[in-house]
């Protein structure tokens, strides 16, 4: 199986398991998740208290260091998402179970409702927890951090992030509860 062109950023029993949707080129010319500087992903991550403070994509790695992990649905580096066919998220989408099933964070956060929608066929979902597991562990949908959603400005993002955090099971902000 040849290489991802951004490695995953993942290890077992997550508090939170990010799933974009595909690398930008950026991100992929970078070697970083979310390089884009319009991206709102770490500033979200930080005021939604998942982080200690605002992280650069150049420390990607050290979201594990809080429970905290990074993949995307789709491998190929794109422009933008739509560029992606309904094949390439489907079969995203079981590769993600598999690696979800693999690794099983506590929740998996999946962001974007359009790309969740289509890799797991499920045309009505909404925006949060989702009745149905993907690799049998709880499942989110938060929208999509990227500067072009127009839709959500980033105090929204915040405080879906933050529920995550919550759901995830985390009461202290910015990092993994001591045990």
Wanted: overall charge positive.
């Amino acid at each position: 199986m040849p290489a991802k062109p951004l490695p995953d950023v993942v290890a077992p029993d997550l508090d939170v398991l990010f799933c974009g949707i595909n690398p930008s080129l950026m991100s992929a010319e970078r070697g970083h998740h979310f390089a884009r500087p319009g991206n709102r992903f770490w500033p979200a991550l930080h005021l939604a208290g998942l982080t200690p403070r605002r992280l650069t994509p150049e420390e990607d790695r050290e979201l594990l260091r809080h429970g905290l992990g990074v993949t995307n649905l789709a491998d190929r580096p794109t422009r933008t998402a739509a560029e992606l066919s309904r094949e390439e998220l489907r079969a995203g989408g079981a590769s993600l179970a598999a690696l979800v099933g693999r690794y099983r964070p506590r929740v998996l956060a999946v962001l974007g409702i359009g790309a969740y929608r289509l890799a797991f066929e499920r045309p009505g979902a909404g925006l949060g927890e989702q009745a149905e597991r993907v690799g049998g562990v709880r499942t989110w949908v938060v929208p999509n951090p990227s500067g072009l959603n127009a839709h959500f400005q980033l105090p929204d993002l915040a405080r879906l992030y933050g529920e995550l955090r919550t759901a995830a099971g985390r009461t202290t902000p910015g990092g993994a509860d001591a045990g």
